[in-house]
């Protein structure tokens, strides 16, 4: 293990700010976005397609309209019924597709259930799949070629290039095992070096496959089910659960680990909230810049993975 790579131990975990690291990404994407308008006279655009009025998916969807406008980018947001057809949304993603405005397509999920979320996703142009959920993008990134990098994850591997720098030789157990955050995590670490477990479910003793890894990435929707306990001392932890738990008779947002726990021996961990939820939305448009600099065949942001 390098020097770079060492993991710092102290008994009392540094805190990740995710919420702030997300704003000073946000500047670097404004300064970027005008320069492009400045010197090429061209504008980065997002489009967000939601579909029925979930409210935890409305809310999420007007903060990514309001954030990419204060990154300078164009917003287009369509809003369709919950009883929209399958064929209608499919028509808007094909009208999106075509558009040289939009850089960016985001259909935002889960989707009602008389559609095939999968046949939706890939219907998005892969070169406009700012979520990186398209299979060619998956495939892409599975074998290590320039991709559409889900947000999450991205975010996940910004912040901790950001604490460790050189990942390469660290050990990693990443907890959970979806395609939206687990298995596209594991594939980034990965590709900076790491060596890589993916953990889930049906892992036999769990905690001690944890406690063998420098980096740990928790991400399985079980609120605090990670202890102090199974973590290594001086591991780096990145939690990307968000659970509304009832505490004392007040709703309360805590992540898949054990906060207290995990803060007294881990070396840093991110906190919930204001660990990695910033992170996505930020993530989503510096792909929308990413996307929008491909297209035109300029040179990119550096801010892909």
């Excluded at 308008?37 to 979930?54: F, K, N, Q, S, Y």
């Excluded at 990514?64 to 064929?87: I, P, V, W, Y």
């Excluded at 991110?270 to 939820?277: A, F, S």
Aim: glycine content about 10%.
């Amino acid at each position: 293990m390098t020097e770079a790579a060492s993991v710092p131990s102290s008994p009392a975990a540094a805190l990740i700010d995710g919420k702030a690291f997300a704003a000073t990404l946000r500047q670097r994407l404004a300064e970027q976005v005008a320069v492009l308008r400045t010197e090429h006279g061209i504008m980065p655009g997002l489009a967000v397609v939601l579909v029925g009025e979930d409210p935890a998916s409305q809310v999420y969807v007007r903060n990514k309209g309001r954030q990419t406008l204060e990154c300078g980018m164009n917003s287009f947001e369509h809003k369709l019924d919950a009883g929209t057809s399958e064929a209608d949304l499919l028509g808007l993603i094909g009208r999106l597709n075509s558009d040289p405005q939009v850089h960016g397509i985001l259909v935002q999920l889960p989707l009602p259930a008389h559609m095939d979320a999968n046949k939706v996703i890939n219907a998005i142009d892969p070169t406009k799949d700012v979520d990186g959920f398209h299979i060619l993008n998956v495939g892409l990134l599975g074998t290590g070629q320039k991709a559409m990098v889900p947000c999450t994850p991205l975010g996940c591997l910004m912040l901790l290039r950001d604490r460790l720098g050189k990942l390469e030789g660290l050990s990693a157990v990443v907890v959970g095992r979806s395609n939206i955050v687990g298995k596209p995590m594991a594939q980034l670490l990965l590709g900076d070096g790491c060596t890589v477990t993916i953990a889930h479910s049906r892992t036999q003793d769990l905690a001690s496959v944890v406690r063998q890894a420098d980096i740990v990435v928790v991400a399985v929707g079980r609120p605090e089910m990670v202890r102090g306990e199974w973590i290594k001392p001086g591991a780096t932890v990145i939690d990307v659960g968000i659970n509304r738990v009832e505490r004392d008779g007040q709703n309360k947002l805590v992540g898949d680990v054990h906060f207290d726990s995990a803060a007294a021996v881990a070396g840093a961990l991110t906190p919930v909230p204001g660990g990695v939820g910033p992170m996505t939305i930020a993530c989503l448009l510096a792909n929308t810049l990413t996307a929008c600099c491909r297209n035109h065949g300029l040179p990119e942001a550096g801010l892909a993975a």
